[in-house]
């Protein structure tokens, strides 16, 4: 069972709850001891007296205030609880208001109360009091040595007080440099302001906080047991040289990045990819032969484009190319030696057998 930090009683006008208090969190870090690097002992940490060196017990420390240089004022925890008996034992609720009216800005740390012996029904009062004007109650209690602001609140069955901060524990923002809306840097356009708002009513879920945990001491947990079974329990990791990175640019373009985030793509790169679905792919050019010229007859149509006003200009590109190389064959024929004319000629009579089995093939093949 748990054990209590504290009892002592709720009060607000003459009604008295005895209560108890619980912690209500619990510090789930890595408990890190620190060792001495030349051969990883422990380093402890000694209580010892400053005048004599020598090493003191728990039972022989006592609490007490330093009122000038090296002199003490002793405080026993009977001396710090006659101070004031009723600061000490009760939880004096102040006045009641409206949740939303205390930013989160001033909650601190969470404890839960339970009903101490005999007072089921007045806690049980008190609790369904605040659920039905919806508001918390706002308190003085003092815990150790310190005297706490605190808000009650109904938390399903549990009343917790939460302690809150005093408003001269907040430090004030005018030393940051927060845009204001005014500002020219943070003006925000509509087009943006409608994009950030559909990316959080799509990440906009029920509150379920059993599916966050501490990821990162997960992490460092499998590290742990990766060292030991690959038996570097001793083994220091030296940090890596840092690469140099490219700068960055200061201009963000924050309708991309929305976009980007909503699984979209930005509008430039969409259009552009709309322009290049109507392009026909590139073709490879090779080297013409005259094997070409002569199944120029016999090769099939080419395929209907998306667009006839493409298809005509490139039958246009296409009658230039071949009128060119006709030309270009009929000057080069006269200054051809006699023996090139003959090598022509062979090469061409060999060829044109083959030339005229080609449309048979092709008949066949269909």
């Not at 706490?148 to 524990?169: F, K, M, Q, S, W």
């Not at 020219?184 to 945990?213: C, D, F, I, N, R």
């Not at 709309?274 to 090779?286: A, C, E, F, T, V």
């Not at 032969?289 to 998306?306: E, I, M, Q, T, V």
Request: proline share 7%.
């Amino acid at each position: 069972m748990a054990r209590s930090m504290w009892k002592g009683a709720i009060s607000f006008g003459l009604v008295h709850i005895p209560v108890e208090m619980y912690a209500a969190v619990s510090d789930n870090g890595l408990d890190l001891n620190m060792l001495d690097r030349r051969d990883f002992s422990p380093i402890g940490f000694k209580r010892y007296n400053k005048n004599t060196g020598k090493d003191v017990s728990w039972d022989d420390i006592i609490k007490g205030y330093e009122y000038s240089d090296g002199e003490y004022v002793v405080l026993s925890d009977e001396d710090l609880r006659r101070a004031n008996p009723e600061a000490t034992q009760t939880i004096d609720i102040l006045a009641f208001v409206n949740a939303d009216q205390v930013p989160l800005l001033y909650y601190e740390q969470p404890y839960y109360l339970a009903p101490g012996k005999g007072g089921d029904k007045v806690y049980a009062l008190l609790r369904e009091t605040l659920r039905e004007v919806g508001k918390i109650g706002i308190a003085n209690v003092v815990i150790r040595v310190k005297q706490h602001l605190a808000a009650l609140v109904c938390v399903g069955d549990t009343i917790v007080l939460n302690t809150l901060r005093y408003p001269d524990e907040i430090r004030p923002t005018d030393e940051l440099k927060i845009p204001d809306e005014d500002s020219k840097a943070a003006q925000v356009t509509e087009k943006e302001l409608q994009m950030a708002k559909a990316l959080v009513e799509g990440m906009s879920e029920k509150w379920k906080p059993q599916q966050y945990h501490d990821t990162y001491r997960e992490d460092i947990m499998a590290l742990i047991k990766k060292k030991i079974a690959a038996n570097q329990t001793k083994t220091i990791t030296e940090p890596e040289p840092e690469e140099d990175k490219p700068a960055k640019s200061n201009v963000i373009d924050l309708v991309a990045l929305l976009q980007a985030s909503l699984g979209k793509k930005p509008a430039k790169a969409a259009a552009d990819e709309d322009d290049d679905d109507d392009d026909p792919p590139p073709r490879k050019s090779r080297k013409p032969s005259d094997d070409d010229d002569d199944d120029a007859g016999d090769a099939p149509p080419p395929r209907a484009r998306k667009s006839p006003a493409r298809s005509t200009a490139h039958a246009t590109a296409a009658k230039r190319t071949a009128a060119t190389k006709s030309a270009t064959k009929a000057a080069a024929k006269p200054a051809a030696k006699p023996a090139a004319k003959r090598a022509t000629a062979a090469k061409s009579a060999a060829a044109k057998p083959a030339a005229e089995k080609a449309p048979a093939r092709r008949r066949k093949a269909a």
